[in-house]
C-alpha cells in the first residue's frame, strides 16, 4: 500500500519530541482571603504536587495540593491554610 504524500499517519500530539502540553499555571483561591492567584507547578516531580506558597494579595502562606489529570490538561488544585 502506497502511503500518500502529504498525509500523516501520525498526530503532532503524539510525535516524539512533542509530547502533550500539560498545564504549566494554575489558578487558586487563597485559603485566608480568597483572592484567585495564578501558580506555576512542575509536573516534572509527578502529577500530584504539594508546597506552600505565599498569597500575592494577603502574604499568607497557602498549602496547594494540585493534581494534574490524565490528559494533562485538567488541574485541580486545593489550597488550605498553611
Ligand atoms: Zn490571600
Known sequence: MRSKPGHSFAPDFISPGNPARMQDTATYAC??????????PD???????????????????????LTLDHDGETVCVFAEPG
Open 31 to 40: 485559603a485566608y482571603c480568597g483572592e484567585p492567584n495564578v501558580t506555576f
Open 43 to 65: 509536573w516534572s516531580g509527578g502529577r500530584r504536587q504539594q508546597y506552600i506558597e505565599d498569597c500575592t494579595v494577603c502574604c499568607q502562606p497557602n498549602v496547594l495540593y
